[in-house]
């Protein structure tokens, strides 16, 4: 078992990274903090955890309550709050009770705005089963609903009393969807850690094998790293935070083009878009071309895409990206990375950077 | 001017009582601390100010974009908000924008609450148009929308970053409104000063001529002591704040039993919900009947119901009083005078208090 806490101001909290979580007694003690539980829960994930979840939990004797959403982040809504929040009313929920979120970043983000605004907010435990929700939606308080004119519009920063990661849930994820957690994995390699990179080249195998010694210590070093970002910088505050959107700004485009429909998943897109980001910081030339082909290289390597979807004009970058939240009052900020293993952020970007970036791209990494 | 420092841990806001606002250029300059704001009233209180505020900020450049709501506690839901959000993102309003609350409780209730979520979270200005909102709603940071199956069930701790009160907004309240907002007054002088109660019994009859001094006194007492004890209890987390119950457990039941369709005013329901909780603390032994009757007549001279709704059965009352939020794990807890100025929490309040409360407060206060 490894242990990252992460150590806010106001309180600290665990993430603890094991394996076997679901006949492991002793783990799910720290869970029982309360008499009553709602675990918040998706169709898919429901068929694989949830019995064994349940049964764990009634053996300390605490009341335990479910709800099962459809799966998909077009169920992140407001529509899908209100029903978390009828189930919580309907059971007698209390101030005392806990919400577990048992599921990838959509359960986690929709169950943690959940509880974060039910009577003001209740605690609450992610138990993340997606590899991209163990390396980054669990941590950092991070929660929200999307709108239709918006991703992630509608939230809060909240912070879980806990973080329970199972290595043995990937063994059920997608390959698919292991992929699109890789993507956020190389990315905080490329802000923040060139050895770490370096590891992932070494690496990529084992964690597709999903070796217990190299996933575990990859999870484990994505935590550290999110975790002393989101310590420095809590609410968005200062710059520090907004380096984690490396390749979304880009990436949120993608997504909101695609409607949420799946066609794109967050990682694949946040894969795109990072090499869009890192065309763009050639242009500016502030990366050099050797270290961007190391990067595409890996991206490929993990079986992620590093073009965006052909039918999408770069018009249609530009006018999602305009939207992005993390623009403020209009002007376009980006993350770009300055080596393997630091990026900055560059305000007053121009439409003309970006436009040339997506016109650049593929012919850049053609090769 | 009168003016009362709300001094929290991480930072402090000001709370500024003036009369002549909407013609007070220095005033509104200190409001203006982005380029854009979104101002959310209803339609009532926009006939009155909604013009003239919008010209005084255009004034120094600053961009303004309005919602108006219908009037009412039964708008104050998810699909209110989502209306504000939708207001926000459709005009572009990124993360530097500001939400001005200009009216009632619910507006502001809701304002603050759309500014808590926004993209997790913009400034926001309270305008209280009401002396209810003056004295309660717009200080200490709590939002909230309703839900079918209860009042305030969803909601944040967000604090705004200023306060301003024109005293000559009281003018056009309506005379039912006014006294609604004497019953939060007389709560504060029941539960924390014994001397600002024997002021009230003194200054009544000042208060409904709107007497600057006697009323701008009276506002900033209520501020002072409600800022002192959002001050020590931030998130409702120890004692101190649940102290502000007074009077609600009973009200609250009032207001659900008649579907806040307007027949109650929040104000009226604590006002008579102080006299059920006085007659608990009567029949338990910890409040004098002679304090009693004098907070009987200070309601009755404030124009104040001092009974529920006739046909409000006791059974009526247990069941939503069951339902109310700051019951930890159905325990029931009432917060009770024991002396005028002094209140304490009382845990494991049993039915049989509570019928019996209901059943003699008429008999008891009936002379």
New interface residues.
């Given amino acids: 078992m490894e242990k990252v806490i992460v150590r806010l101001k106001k309180y600290s909290y665990p993430i603890i990274i094991t394996s076997g979580l679901f006949n492991n007694l002793e783990v799910f003690k720290s869970l029982v903090c309360?008499?009553?539980v709602m675990i918040v829960t998706n169709d898919c994930i429901s068929k694989l955890y949830l019995d064994i979840l349940k049964t764990q939990l009634i053996k300390f004797g605490v009341k335990v309550d479910q709800i099962i959403l459809p799966d998909g982040e077009k169920y992140k809504s407001?529509e899908t709050?209100?029903r978390v929040?009828?189930a919580l009313?309907?059971n007698?929920h209390?101030?005392?009770t806990v919400v577990i979120a048992l599921g990838g970043g959509v359960i986690g983000d929709l169950a943690g705005?959940a509880a974060?605004?039910?009577?003001?907010?209740i605690r609450f435990i992610q138990i993340p089963t997606t590899l991209l929700s163990q390396v980054d939606a669990s941590i950092g308080g991070?929660t929200?609903v999307n709108?239709v004119?918006?991703k992630n519009?509608?939230?809060?920063?909240y912070q879980p009393s806990s973080v329970i990661i199972d290595i043995d849930c990937l063994k059920t994820l997608p390959e698919r969807e292991f992929s699109a957690g890789l993507a956020e994995i190389i990315k905080y390699a490329i802000i923040f850690d060139s050895c770490f990179f370096n590891w992932l080249e070494d690496n990529l195998e084992e964690l597709f094998l999903l070796k217990y010694k190299a996933i575990s210590y990859c999870i484990r070093r994505c935590c550290e790293l999110k975790s002393d970002v989101v310590v420095a910088d809590e609410?968005?505050r200062n710059d520090k935070r907004v380096l984690l959107n490396f390749g979304h700004t880009y990436g949120h485009a993608i997504e909101a083009y695609t409607g949420y429909d799946g066609s794109w998943l967050h990682g694949e897109a946040v894969s795109a878009g990072m090499m869009m980001a890192i065309c763009s910081a050639i242009i500016l030339k502030i990366f050099n071309k050797k270290d961007a082909v190391k990067v595409k290289k890996l991206l490929l390597r993990a079986r992620l895409p590093i073009f965006g979807p052909k039918n999408m004009d770069k018009k249609d970058y530009l006018f999602y990206m305009m939207?992005d939240?993390k623009?403020?009052?209009?002007k376009m900020r980006l993350v770009l990375p300055v080596s393997l293993g630091e990026a900055k952020i560059f305000s007053d970007i121009t439409d003309d950077l970006i436009l040339s970036s997506i016109q650049n791209c593929r012919s850049l990494f053609l090769f």
């Fill in positions: 309360g008499d009553q407001l709050l209100e929040i009828y009313l309907i007698n209390g101030r005392d705005f974060s605004v039910y009577q003001r907010g991070k929200a709108h004119l918006g519009m509608i939230g809060t920063f609410y968005e939207k939240k623009n403020i009052s209009n």
